[in-house]
T-cell receptor
């Protein structure tokens, strides 16, 4: 039981390049989330998905797109990377659609640097 | 809008001493409260959460927190820390149903350093 896995672990991009961050969970959870973590800023929600086929914007969605490919997988895409998107990205999942109260389970993170 | 303030960005404490990590929140509606811990180079994991009922919440690894509605606080405590408790701790607040769209707000984190 791997929990929440993320690929890649590290990535360096040039400004304007695109990439997709992959996330998968094997806990049969309904809800999935993408966060970014910046020094001294805590975590900020980018997008979330309460169930397969649905996605909603979080606090900082600009510059990102997401796809809930199936119940297991939730990807985050940067279409045209900018230096301001340099951050550590975490994917998380929770068991039900009751995202207000559910415990979230986090992946190990992806460290992204945009030059 | 809701917000979370973690009053200390860094807390050094000697091994086997007690520790309190402070968290205050502001919200115009009822909230649910969480403490998560992040060990170096890892994702976050839940320590404990307050949803309703008893205001004293016990979590994993000997941590506990007390919800104080009048002071809008949710401070985290441990009576005796261990070296392995060295980590960053995040307080988070989730808005209750009926408070509009879902919002989970994290504090900026408190780095706990346990000194041998």
């Amino acid at each position: 039981n791997a929990g929440v896995t993320q690929t890649p672990k590290f990535q360096v991009l040039k400004t304007g390049q695109s990439m997709t961050l992959q996330c998968a969970q094997d806990m049969n959870h309904n809800s999935m989330y993408w966060y970014r973590q910046d020094p001294g800023m805590g975590l900020r929600l980018i997008y979330y998905s309460a169930s397969e086929g649905t996605t909603d914007k979080g606090e900082v969605p600009n510059g990102y797109n997401v796809s809930r490919l199936n119940k297991r997988e939730f990807s985050l895409r940067l279409e045209s990377a900018a230096p301001s998107q340099t951050s550590v990205y975490f994917c998380a999942s929770s068991r039900t659609e009751e995202r207000r109260t559910d415990t979230q389970y986090f992946g190990p993170g992806t460290r992204l640097t945009v030059l | 809008a809701q917000s979370v303030t973690q009053l200390d960005s860094q807390v050094p404490v000697f091994e086997e001493a007690p520790v309190e990590l402070r968290c205050n929140y502001s919200s115009s509606v009822s909230v649910y409260l969480f403490w998560y811990v992040q060990y170096p180079n890892q994702g976050l994991q839940l320590l404990l959460k307050y949803l309703s009922g008893s205001t004293l919440v016990k979590g994993i690894n000997g941590f506990e927190a007390e919800f104080n509605k009048s002071q809008t606080s949710f401070h985290l405590r441990k009576p005796s820390v261990h070296i392995s408790d060295t980590a960053e701790y995040f307080c988070a607040v989730s808005s209750s149903p009926g408070a509009g769209s879902y919002q989970l707000t994290f504090g900026k984190g408190t780095k706990l350093s346990v000194i041998p």
